[in-house]
């Protein structure tokens, strides 16, 4: 069964920096994408970012190009989200998630392909 858990949430001022960690158990890591999604209080999950299954590619939304960087370490089975340059609309919950395909059909970390969800972890932005 697929597990994922992330960590590193927390209360930071607008212009700080958080980084999210998720580790996964349960699956071969490096026969996945990974990707980070979030939720703020009313409204839709949307995706953040997503890595390929050997760290090579990546995709950002682009509310975050050039503020948060995604990467992996796939011998600890761990996913990372740097993120700079917080702005109070980041506040949401951050969930992660590991997804058999990284590209298909116009989409990124498609979540037709996803495993599981993680409990997430909350970052909030004060401003």
């Known amino acids: 069964q697929v597990q994922v858990v992330e960590s590193g949430g927390g209360l930071v001022q607008a212009g700080g920096s958080l980084r999210l960690s998720c580790t996964a158990s349960?699956?071969?890591?490096?026969?996945?994408?990974m990707g980070w999604f979030r939720q703020a209080p009313g409204k839709e999950r949307e995706e953040v970012s997503c890595?390929?299954?050997?760290?090579?590619?990546?995709y950002y939304t682009d509310s975050v190009k050039g503020r948060f960087a995604i990467s992996r370490d796939n011998a600890k089975n761990t996913l990372y989200l740097q993120m700079n340059s917080l702005k109070p609309e980041d506040t949401a919950m951050y969930y992660c998630?590991?997804?058999?395909?990284?590209?298909?059909?116009?989409?990124?970390?498609?979540?037709?392909?996803?495993?599981?969800w993680g409990q997430g972890t909350q970052v909030t932005v004060s401003s």
């Open positions: 890595i390929e299954s050997s760290g090579s590619s990546t």
């Open positions: 998630a590991a997804v058999r395909v990284y590209y298909r059909g116009g989409d990124y970390c498609p979540t037709r392909y996803l495993s599981s």
């Open positions: 349960g699956l071969r890591f490096d026969d996945y994408a």
